[in-house]
């Protein structure tokens, strides 16, 4: 069982910056995939970011591929993803999710357990 709890979201005005964290509980935290999607009202939750058990490898949208960075401190239990030069379309709740399989990141079904998401606000 892992719980999985995000912080770090608000309102930033476009161009600007926010880092959200994902703390994990459990011990086995670093047996699983990590990955972060988001949501708007009306729409599908949406791939964003997953870094592999190890924080060697790391995918990203190409929505947001140069600007968001995932990132992993095992030793922490907790995931981080940087997101600069934010667009007002990153408006969203971002939700932080483990995998345990360590394939198929892009995909959410694909995830094990999910936080409550936290939202993101990006005004013009």
């Known amino acids: 069982q892992v719980q999985l709890v995000e912080s770090g979201g608000g309102l930033v005005q476009a161009g600007g910056s926010l880092r959200l964290s994902c703390a994990a509980s459990?011990?086995?935290?670093?047996?699983?995939?990590m990955g972060w999607f988001r949501q708007v009202p009306g729409k599908e939750r949406e791939f964003v970011a997953a870094v592999s058990w190890s924080g060697s490898r790391t995918e990203y949208a190409d929505s947001v591929k140069g600007r968001f960075t995932f990132s992993r401190d095992n030793a922490k239990n907790t995931v981080y993803l940087q997101m600069n030069s934010l667009k007002v379309e990153d408006t969203a709740v971002y939700y932080c999710?483990?995998?345990?399989?360590?394939?198929?990141?892009?995909?959410?079904?694909?995830?094990?357990?999910w936080g409550q998401g936290t939202q993101v606000t990006v005004s013009s």
């Open positions: 459990g011990r086995t935290f670093r047996d699983y995939a």
């Open positions: 999710a483990a995998n345990r399989r360590g394939n198929g990141l892009r995909l959410s079904a694909l995830y094990d357990y």
